[in-house]
C-alpha cells in the first residue's frame, strides 16, 4: 500500500541523548496509526520532524501527501488569548488553505464541538476546550494528512469520546497519525501501531496482527471454590498452558490456541467437577503487548 | 483572519496602542509647555534664587520632545515589537504558526510591518502634537523641515523594529529580544566617535528633527537614512532566515 508518511533510520541527537534512535516508521495512506509509548519514548519528537519544526540528525522522512495537505496539532495547543476561537480557527484557514471557504470555520467549530463558544476570547478557555480548539483548526483545511500530538490528553471521557469519534470519520477522509498514551484510545481507533521505546520502533504492524502475535490466547473462568482440584486438573491438560487463581473464584487458563479451548475448557471443567458460573475467552488488549514489548 | 489583521487586532485588544500613543501625544504636547514656561517654573521652584533662561525657541521645544520621545518612546516600541516577534517564546503558539504558514515571511513581515507602522504613526502623532502646541505657545516651525524631521525620525523607528527582528532570530525570549534590541540601539551611537562613520549611522536621524528645524538641509540625513533603510532590510532578511531555519 502507498505510505503517506515513510522515515527511514531516523536519528534525532540532543547532546549526549539520542531521543531517536534509528526509527524507521511506515504509515499507509488512509490508516489512523497510533504512535505509543511511555513518557520520554521520542514520540512528539519524531511527530515534530514529521510535522518539519525540528530536523532529524540523521535518515530520511518521505511525506506522500503536499505540505498544505498536512494539518499539525499540539499535545498543548496555546493560542493569542484575545482572539476569539472563531478568529484562530479562520487565521488556520487562511494560513494554510485560503481557497477553503469561511463556512468551513463553523463546520469545524462545530466538528469539535465548540460552536457555542465560537465568538468567546479563547483566553478563558480550558485545556480541554484548547485541545478541542486546536482540533477545529487542525481539520478546518481538509487536510489529507493528520499529525496528532495526544489530542485527548486534557480531556474528560465524553471529551474523548467526541474526540475519537472525530479521529475515526476524519481517518475515512485521509490518514490520521496520533500519539498517546492511552492505550485503550488507540485500541479502539487505529488500525496500525508502532510501539516506540527510548527512542526505537520496537514493533509495528496492523493491530490486529499485533494482537494475534503477543497476546497469548486464554479465558477467564469464574466457579464456585474450591478451585485447588480444577486448576490441578487443567494443569495437566496437554492443550492448556498455564492455568492461575485470580481471587478466591476466578481462573486464568491461557491455552495454545483459541479454536483448542473454545472445543475443550468445558468438557475439562465438567470432568474436573467444577462448579461453572461463567466463562469468556480474556479480550486481547493493546496494553498486553505494550506492557510485554516494553517490560 | 489574516496575519496582517491579526496584528492590528492584537495592538488593539491588548491596549498596547494606548501605551504607544499616549507616550508620545504626552510629550508632544508636554514638552512645548514646559519649554515655554520652563524660566516661570524654575521661579517657583526656586525660591530666592534667580534663575535666567534663555528666550523660549521653537527648536528648544522640538528638541525637548524629542528628547524624550526618543527615549520612552523607544523603550515602549521595542518592547511592543518584541512581544508580537518572538513568537518563539511559546512553542505551542509557534508550532501553530510555522506548522501553518507557508513561508516565515508570510509571519514574520506582518508582525514587523504593523509594529513599525505603528510605532511611526505615534511618533508622527507626537510630533504634530508638538508642532501644533510650539506653534500656538512659541512660534511658528518650519513646515518643510518638520515634515522632513518627521519622516527621518519615523525611518529611525522603522529601523529599530527591523533590529527586533533581528534579535527575535537570535534569542527566544521577549525580554531577550527586547533587552539585545535595546543593547544594540543604545551602543549603536557610540560608534559615531570615528567622524568618518557618524553620517552613516541610522542613529543620527533621531536628531534630524531638531536639526532641520534649526535650518540644517534635510540631505545632509540622506546617507544615515539610507543605511537604515539599507540596514532594516538586511536585518529583517536575515531574521526571517533564522527563524526559517530555527528548530522549536
Known amino acids: ?295 | 483572519m489574516t496575519v496582517w489583521r491579526m496584528e492590528w487586532v492584537r495592538l488593539f485588544r491588548t491596549r498596547r496602542w494606548i501605551a504607544l500613543l499616549a507616550g508620545y501625544l504626552l510629550f508632544g504636547f508636554l514638552m512645548p509647555i514646559l519649554t515655554r514656561y520652563q524660566e516661570e517654573i524654575f521661579r517657583h521652584v526656586g525660591g530666592d534664587v534667580k534663575v535666567i533662561m534663555p528666550p523660549p525657541t521653537p527648536s528648544a521645544a522640538v528638541a525637548s520632545y524629542i528628547s524624550n520621545a526618543s527615549q520612552v518612546g523607544l523603550l515602549v516600541a521595542v518592547v511592543i515589537a518584541a512581544g508580537a516577534l518572538a513568537f518563539d517564546a511559546r512553542p505551542e503558539w509557534s508550532s501553530f504558526l510555522r506548522t501553518r504558514a507557508r513561508t516565515m515571511s508570510t509571519i514574520v513581515l506582518p508582525k514587523s510591518v504593523v509594529c513599525a507602522v505603528a510605532v511611526g504613526l505615534s511618533f508622527a502623532a507626537g510630533m504634530l502634537a508638538a508642532s501644533y502646541e510650539t506653534s500656538v505657545l512659541i512660534g511658528p516651525l518650519p513646515a518643510g523641515g518638520m515634515l522632513a524631521g518627521t519622516l527621518y525620525g519615523f525611518l529611525y523607528l522603522v529601523f529599530a523594529v527591523g533590529v527586533v527582528t533581528l534579535c527575535a532570530s537570535l534569542t527566544r525570549s521577549v525580554i531577550g529580544t527586547a533587552g539585545l534590541a535595546l543593547g544594540i540601539l543604545i551602543v549603536l551611537p557610540i560608534l559615531g566617535q570615528a567622524a568618518a562613520l557618524k553620517p552613516w549611522l541610522p542613529s543620527e536621524l533621531v536628531g534630524a528633527p531638531v536639526a532641520l528645524v534649526d535650518g540644517k538641509p534635510a540631505a545632509e540625513f540622506l546617507r544615515a537614512a539610507a543605511s537604515a533603510a539599507a540596514v532594516t532590510a538586511a536585518a529583517t532578511w536575515f531574521g526571517v532566515r533564522r527563524l526559517a531555519r530555527r528548530e522549536l
Open chain 1, 1 to 295: 500500500m502507498q505510505a503517506a508518511v515513510e522515515t527511514e533510520g531516523l536519528r534525532k541527537i540532543y547532546g549526549p541523548v539520542a531521543a531517536l534512535d534509528g526509527v524507521s516508521l511506515h504509515v499507509d495512506a488512509g490508516s489512523v496509526y497510533g504512535l505509543v509509548g511511555p513518557n520520554g519514548a521520542g514520540k512528539t519528537t519524531l511527530l515534530g520532524i514529521l510535522a518539519g519544526v525540528r530536523r532529524a540528525t540523521a535518515g530520511s522522512v518521505r511525506i506522500g501527501v503536499p505540505r498544505e495537505r498536512i494539518a499539525v496539532m499540539p499535545d498543548t495547543p496555546q493560542f493569542e488569548p484575545w482572539l476569539s476561537a472563531y478568529e484562530v480557527v479562520d487565521l488556520a484557514r487562511r494560513l494554510i488553505a485560503p481557497e477553503v471557504p469561511e463556512r468551513e470555520v463553523e463546520q469545524a467549530l462545530g466538528e469539535a464541538g465548540l460552536a457555542d463558544v465560537a465568538g468567546r476570547r479563547v483566553g478563558g478557555f480550558s485545556r480541554g476546550m484548547l485541545q478541542r480548539l486546536g482540533l477545529a483548526a487542525t481539520i478546518v483545511s481538509r487536510p489529507s494528512l493528520l499529525i496528532l500530538d495526544e489530542p485527548c490528553s486534557a480531556l474528560d471521557p465524553a471529551g474523548r469520546r467526541d474526540v475519537l469519534d472525530l479521529v475515526t470519520r476524519l481517518g475515512r477522509r485521509g490518514t490520521v497519525l496520533f500519539s498517546s498514551h492511552i492505550l485503550g484510545d488507540v485500541q479502539r481507533v487505529c488500525d496500525s501501531v508502532g510501539v516506540l521505546r527510548e527512542g526505537r520502533l520496537l514493533l509495528e504492524g496492523s493491530l490486529d496482527d499485533l494482537l494475534a502475535d503477543y497476546v497469548r490466547p486464554a479465558f477467564l473462568v469464574r466457579a464456585r471454590p474450591p478451585l485447588d482440584p480444577v486448576v490441578g486438573a487443567l494443569r495437566a491438560q496437554p492443550w492448556v498452558l498455564a492455568a492461575d487463581m485470580i481471587g478466591g473464584s476466578e481462573l486464568r487458563v491461557e491455552v495454545r490456541s483459541l479454536e483448542e479451548g473454545e472445543r475443550s475448557l468445558a468438557g475439562a471443567l465438567a470432568g474436573a467437577g467444577a462448579r461453572v458460573i461463567s466463562f469468556e475467552p480474556e479480550a486481547a488488549d493493546l496494553e498486553s503487548v505494550f506492557l510485554e514489548m516494553t517490560s
